[in-house]
């Protein structure tokens, strides 16, 4: 699982259920469409994220925590434009997640409720995609054999990502 995307997550946990006691602070960096920005510090340095909820969620489940994605600059990494989604529920073990956005579609390992991409590469392939259409949709698997899509608006991804790649330029 990826560093980075850990102390993220964490961080947007906090913002999202508005917890109180944290070693890191969320802060609020903008809002476009559908997505919003944050920045938290690691040590000295400031970590860049943007998120956004699904629009429309399909699945035979009667309870489900809230799913979202994160884009992700982290200087402290190199990281930049590193992508990862929360599903709201464990993902069934040793399974995958796919996500397609327009005529593209990519793979994501899962670990827990987290889906990740290969690497570098990938993410750089899934945010372009993500900057030149208007939705994604998000299909996997819960640990209880449960399929889920999620369908997630793109409308202010690229106004936002330009937002986060401002702050974090490194």
């Not at 917890?19 to 997505?35: C, F, M, R």
């Not at 190199?78 to 992508?83: A, K, N, Q, Y």
């Not at 899962?110 to 392939?125: I, V």
């Amino acid at each position: 699982m990826r560093a980075t995307a850990i102390g993220v997550l964490i961080g947007l946990a906090l913002a999202v259920t508005g917890g109180a006691a944290s070693a890191q602070t969320v802060i609020p960096g903008g809002e476009n469409g559908d997505w919003k920005a944050y920045t938290f510090k690691k040590g000295d340095v400031t970590v860049c994220y943007m998120a956004s909820a699904p629009t429309k969620s399909v699945g035979d489940y009667s309870k489900r925590d809230p799913a979202f994605v994160l884009v992700t600059n982290d200087p402290t990494t190199g990281g930049r434009g590193e992508v990862s989604f929360v599903a709201g529920y464990p993902y069934k073990a040793e399974s995958s997640v796919t996500v397609a956005i327009g005529g593209s579609a990519f793979e994501l390992f899962t670990a827990a409720d987290k889906a990740w991409t290969q690497g570098p590469e990938d993410d750089r392939e899934i945010v372009a995609a993500m900057i030149n259409d208007a939705d994604m949709t998000v299909k996997g698997m819960s640990a209880r054999g449960t399929e889920t899509t999620d369908t997630y608006s793109l409308i202010g991804f690229t106004a936002t990502k330009k937002l986060i790649d401002k702050t974090c330029p490194k």
